[in-house]
T-cell receptor, first 110, second 113 residues
Framework: QKEVEQDPGPLSVPEGAIVSLNCTYS??????FMWYRQYSRKGPELLMYTYSSGNKEDGRFTAQVDKSSKYISLFIRDSQPSDSATYLC??????????FGTGTRLTIIP | GAVVSQHPSRVICKSGTSVKIECRSL??????MFWYRQFPKKSLMLMATSNEGSKATYEQGVEKDKFLINHASLTLSTLTVTSAHPEDSSFYICSIFHVDEQFFGPGTRLTVL
């Protein structure tokens, strides 16, 4: 079993829709949870970072962590074509060494 | 935020040759840098942790004699893929950790013919 599982997609939604991206994990020692966005042939860029269960909101993005279920989500509201990218969840025990999900390729259709 | 650069951004080489990839931290001194590898449609996999002034720490399954890491200064780490083979073709990405965030370089795409 992989430590981090993420549906690779691809996922296509119309502009303006709410997008839900999810990851599950098996290592209960993970304490830090991140979502990265990666455009084609570029390095990942951090979108959201959290270390506690619950919701964290930043503009159109909401990160949700449920440690009891070992499940994290990223919600994107009012999705835009510029949101089209691959979204990677990542988590760590000591917030340095990251374990990534496989990434979900998202396309927002104008 | 921190800026991490990588050079070259893309390299094509013949099988059997060695390729050096540079990772520079432009805004912060980094005693530790990380090297990741990403195959198409796959996740980033940590290869090794580069430590300034000491030996790198390699992840299980990564050949240290094949992937040579040199972290000679607080702003520069290099990854040398020795005797590259087509299966080494991948996207290599470095990162630095600063405060609570890990900053990634733009990546180097290696193609071995």
């Amino acid at each position: 079993q992989k430590e981090v599982e993420q549906d690779p997609g691809p996922l296509s939604v119309p502009e303006g829709a709410i997008v839900s991206l999810n990851c599950t994990y098996s290592n209960s020692a993970f304490q830090y949870f991140m979502w990265y966005r990666q455009y084609s042939r570029k390095g990942p860029e951090l979108l959201m970072y959290t270390y506690s269960s619950g919701n964290k909101e930043d503009g159109r993005f909401t990160a949700q962590v449920d440690k009891s279920s070992k499940y994290i989500s990223l919600f994107i509201r009012d999705s835009q074509p510029s949101d089209s990218a691959t979204y990677l969840c990542a988590m760590s025990v000591g917030n340095e060494k990251l374990t990534f999900g496989t990434g979900t390729r998202l396309t927002i259709i104008p | 935020g921190a800026v991490v650069s990588q050079h070259p951004s893309r390299v094509i080489c013949k099988s059997g040759t060695s390729v050096k990839i540079e990772c520079r931290s432009l805004d912060f001194q980094a005693t530790t840098m990380f090297w990741y590898r990403q195959f198409p449609k796959k996740s980033l996999m940590l290869m090794a942790t580069s430590n300034e002034g000491s030996k790198a720490t390699y992840e299980q399954g990564v050949e240290k004699d094949k992937f040579l890491i040199n972290h000679a200064s607080l702003t520069l780490s290099t990854l040398t893929v020795t005797s590259a083979h087509p299966e080494d073709s991948s996207f290599y990405i470095c990162s630095i950790f600063h405060v609570d965030e890990q900053f990634f370089g733009p990546g180097t795409r290696l193609t071995v013919l």
